[in-house]
């Protein structure tokens, strides 16, 4: 099986393509000398300060500062007193824009997936790659495009037209893991 880790060259593109080529792609975290792996389902793309479902739409803060860093970079929050949320930076440095993890071929919903892979705010502002513990690899899976379903992202009515945006990807035909 061919094993490639995706660089910061694969994230330092637009967010939207990002994310929608997110989707076969494995996410991969290093716990003790055990390396889990699983195959990446669903993703939602933040998209810069004029994006009002994004957490730099009011720009730079203590919270979510790693979003201006390069690309690559690992950005977790805690939200609702209880989930911590997996973002991997893109594009630019100084251009907050990251995609969200929501779902894995094992695990639906971006908490779920946190805690099953033990990611939480010790990766904050890492890199991805295997110093970290947490990297994201091309395995060979081609997905078709036309297995891929857009929809609006959840939970961000708030943000106006930009709510009905087809800013959510999710694989919806299975593939061999």
Request: proline share 5%; hydrophobic share 40%; aromatic share 10%.
């Amino acid at each position: 099986m061919r094993r490639k880790i995706l660089t910061r060259a694969f994230f330092n593109r637009p967010t939207l393509k990002v994310a929608e080529e997110l989707i076969g792609k494995f996410l991969v975290r290093k716990i003790g000398r055990k390396e889990v792996a699983s195959m990446i389902v669903e993703t939602e793309a933040y998209d810069g300060p004029l994006d009002l479902a994004c957490q730099a739409r009011s720009g730079k803060t203590k919270r979510n500062f790693p979003m201006f860093e390069e690309a690559g970079t690992i950005y977790v929050y805690f939200t609702y007193g209880m989930h911590w949320m997996l973002n991997l930076v893109t594009g630019e440095k100084e251009y907050p824009a990251a995609v969200l993890i929501r779902g894995l071929a094992d695990v639906s919903g971006p908490g779920r997936l946190t805690k099953k892979l033990k990611i939480d705010k010790r990766l904050n502002t890492k890199k991805l790659g295997k110093k970290s513990g947490l990297w994201v690899e091309d395995r060979g899976v081609k997905i078709k495009k036309s297995d891929i379903q857009k929809t609006p992202r959840i939970g961000v009515s708030y943000a106006g037209e930009l709510a009905k945006k087809p800013y959510r990807f999710i694989l919806v035909k299975a593939y061999p893991q």
